[in-house]
């Protein structure tokens, strides 16, 4: 079965680097979608892309987050200076465009950044 | 803002007992509400989803009921088995836009043999 897939799985990193979380959609999906969930708390929404635009972010995504999709197959979330409260799971989904799978969003098994 | 609240947070049953998750979600536009489980070391994983066109809908043991004059949605597993025992989360969404999904706080699911 397709999945998503993510890298790495575990990330560590001092405050004030850079950090590229990087996903593999599914290959036929055009959708991609970046959420994070900080420990113990709900998933939240960070960013939706297609068409290589972003077309909906969250009020978290701020400058110092971006995304691309720098070939046909990988979408990277990109954090510029890392705080201590950007530590969190980071889930990338992707989803469809036909029939009820252009409902579904599927996610790999995200990475964990860990902010020192 | 928007917003799905879901109860309990930690759920343990017997095996062979009945689960009950409960979610409320606060945006009236919504009319998808998935369901995902999440199992150690791996991504959610889309378990059960609704329309809001729909009351019940079922899938073997799981079940996933829909009310939306009062904004609730519940996932229901019977006869749990100890491969049960994960996270859940259910979800809500409109089916326009962006499709973002707006997730619920969790539920860790222990299916004690």
């Known amino acids: 079965e397709p999945e998503v897939t993510q890298t790495p799985s575990h990330q560590v990193t001092q405050m004030g680097q850079e950090v590229i979380l990087r996903c593999v959609p599914i290959s036929n999906h055009l959708y991609f979608y970046w959420y994070r969930q900080i420990l113990g708390q709900k998933v939240e929404f960070l960013v939706s892309?297609?068409?290589?635009?972003?077309?909906?972010k969250s009020e978290i995504f701020d400058d110092q987050f971006s995304v691309e999709r720098p070939d046909g197959s990988n979408f990277t979330l990109k954090i510029r200076s890392t705080k201590l409260e950007d530590s969190a799971m980071y889930f990338c989904?992707?989803?469809?465009?036909?029939?009820?799978?252009?409902?579904?969003?599927?996610f790999g098994a995200g990475t964990r950044l860990s902010v020192l | 803002g928007e917003n799905v609240e879901q109860h309990p947070s930690t759920l343990s049953v017997q095996e062979g007992d009945s689960a009950v998750i409960k979610c409320t979600y606060s945006?009236?536009?919504?009319?998808?509400f998935p369901w995902y489980k999440q199992e150690l070391g791996k991504g959610p994983q889309l378990i059960i989803d609704?329309?809001?066109?729909?009351g019940e809908k079922k899938d073997q043991r799981i079940a996933v009921t829909l009310n939306k004059t009062a904004k609730h949605f519940s996932l229901h597993i019977t006869e749990t088995q100890p491969e049960d025992s994960a996270v859940y989360f259910c979800?809500?969404?409109?089916?326009?836009?962006?499709?973002?999904?707006?997730f619920g706080t969790g539920t860790r699911l222990k299916v004690l043999a």
């Open positions: 945006d009236s536009a919504s009319n998808y």
């Open positions: 892309f297609y068409n290589n635009e972003i077309s909906e």
């Open positions: 989904a992707s989803r469809g465009i036909a029939g009820v799978a252009k409902n579904i969003q599927y």
């Open positions: 609704i329309r809001s066109n729909v």
């Open positions: 979800a809500a969404n409109r089916l326009s836009g962006t499709y973002k999904y707006i």
